[in-house]
């Protein structure tokens, strides 16, 4: 099969940027839905189906696995939770960048500060070109009148992300069985986000329509081949080259909030989106 320049199958190559799409094809889904929050509930939902199954036919995890599992799915309540608010007062072309280019930056600040790994020039650098593009998007927001509240919801989502990022590192190692354990993180984070929203919300924050139904099942089947694909893709290919080329993902959200949403593309916007790229590119690589 042939090779990339990194020495990744072609394959594998087109599998993690088929992974990227559907990362954010289904924060493009959510964005779709009438109720963001609905949309987002029928995903969970849907997830412990998914996860269960995957579950079944997957050698068991190691029970120390069992509390990092429910502290993932508690920090994905966070991350859900902001996320839909966000997209709830901005564009997909606007959060998606935003959210998904600051958690890097956010894992990148804490190993510099309160861990004993050793920090690169580079990903100082990585730090530097990051937050430089988050800027850049955050101006936009002031400079094209946007509502303001999309900023903190979009960076509590980029938290929550880095949060759970570090959380599934230890948990995935101490698991021992790296693909049920997304699977359990699945369960759990499908159970806690739809039992808190029901809590808070009641039986309404449920549609009732079919439309509603299909998009949020769509994400949550996305959602999962995007998170199975780089898993795979990770046992066949070098993990910093994988992680590094699901983060089109940010292209891929940005296209799609142009080309499908129709929302509006300036110089500025593509611009701080190709910097966030870049600079998760150098703390990927």
């Known amino acids: 099969m042939a090779k990339t320049g990194d020495g990744v199958s072609l394959g594998v190559f087109l599998a993690v940027l088929g992974a990227a799409f559907l990362h954010a094809l289904w924060n493009a889904l959510i964005k779709l839905g009438t109720s963001k929050l ?33 502290a993932a799915g508690c920090t994905h309540f966070a991350y859900k939770f902001f996320l839909t608010y966000a997209y709830d007062r901005g564009d997909l072309s606007r959060v998606y960048p935003i959210a998904r280019g600051a958690a890097p930056m956010i894992v990148a600040l804490v190993g510099a500060i309160f861990l004993a790994d050793a920090v690169s020039a580079q990903q100082y650098l990585a730090i530097a070109v990051l937050g430089s593009g988050i800027l850049l998007m955050a101006r936009g927001v002031f400079s094209q009148g946007e509502d303001r509240k999309l900023l903190p919801f979009a960076l509590g989502s ?29 369960v759990a984070d499908g159970l806690i986000f739809t039992l808190g929203m ?28 995007a998170y199975a694909v780089s898993i795979w893709a990770m046992t066949l290919a070098p993990i910093a080259v994988v992680a590094a080329l699901r983060e089109t993902s940010i292209l891929f959200a940005v296209l799609i909030g142009w080309l499908a949403f129709g929302e509006k593309m300036d110089r500025g916007k593509a611009l701080a989106a190709s910097v966030i790229v870049a600079g998760v590119l150098l703390t990927r690589l």
């Open 38 to 70: 609905g949309t987002m509930v029928i995903l969970s939902v849907i997830e412990v189906p998914i996860g269960l199954f995957v579950v079944a036919i997957s050698p068991p995890i190691n029970p120390a696995a069992i509390p990092w599992v429910i």
């Open 158 to 186: 980029a938290a929550a992300t880095a949060t759970y990022t570090l959380i599934d590192g230890m948990g995935g190692r101490i698991s021992g069985a790296p693909g049920a354990y997304v699977a359990w993180v699945f």
């Open 198 to 225: 029901l809590a808070l919300r009641g039986w309404d924050v449920l549609p009732r329509d079919r439309r509603a139904w299909m998009l949020g099942s769509a994400a949550s089947l996305a959602s999962y081949g």
